[in-house]
């Protein structure tokens, strides 16, 4: 190719246009290029063969990076009467979103996260943690997440439990007491 082709001057007029750019030499009065194509094009092998490393490089070099965790605890446990410590068959099991204390039972009953669970034969349930993925930056939270427990039945007052978890927690024997007539 000799010197004096077309696509030689082209490629010339981008690199002068370019290296203005990058120097910050360019003229007030012409408009930048630094979205044009050549820059770009200029740029792209930096990153084009390796862009995980990059990824990876960044987030590790910010202090922060990619994290399973519990969003909200799961719990278990057996459902009883409080008189004759029967397994209560039906009872409506939920974790709720509420703080503690919340302002009635049936708003952190109606403030949940799903599956609402239904006792079993024996009165036993079994709620599954909820995760999900996140950026940390160090330090962690040292501290498992917060979890009320709030069980309900037709004939029973509902009963609330407070627990911190980071996956299931196992609460035993739940009681509840029948309700006033």
């Known amino acids: 190719m000799s010197l004096s082709s077309p696509f030689h ?59 399973r965790h519990t969003l909200s605890p799961g719990a278990s446990g057996v459902v009883l009467d409080s008189n004759t410590h029967a397994p209560i068959l039906g009872a ?19 403030n949940s996260r799903p599956p609402v669970i239904k006792t079993e034969q024996g009165g036993q349930f079994l709620i599954p943690p909820e995760r999900g993925w996140d950026l940390f930056v160090v330090p962690i939270d040292v501290f498992p997440p917060f979890g009320l427990l709030v069980v309900r039945r037709d004939g029973y007052q509902p009963v609330l439990v407070p627990f911190w978890s980071r996956s299931v927690k196992p609460l035993g024997e739940v009681v509840m007491k029948p309700a006033d007539k």
Do not use: D, M, W
């Open 9 to 67: 001057c082209r490629s010339r007029r981008k690199e002068a246009q370019i290296s203005k750019v990058l120097q910050g030499s360019e003229s007030k009065s012409e408009p930048p290029h630094v979205g044009s194509y050549s820059l770009k094009r200029a740029l792209r092998p930096l990153f084009a063969n390796q862009p995980a490393i990059f990824l990876i490089c960044a987030l590790g070099c910010a202090g922060c990076f990619p994290v």
């Open 92 to 110: 409506e099991v939920v974790i709720s979103h509420s703080t503690y204390p919340p302002p009635s039972p049936e708003e952190a009953f109606t």
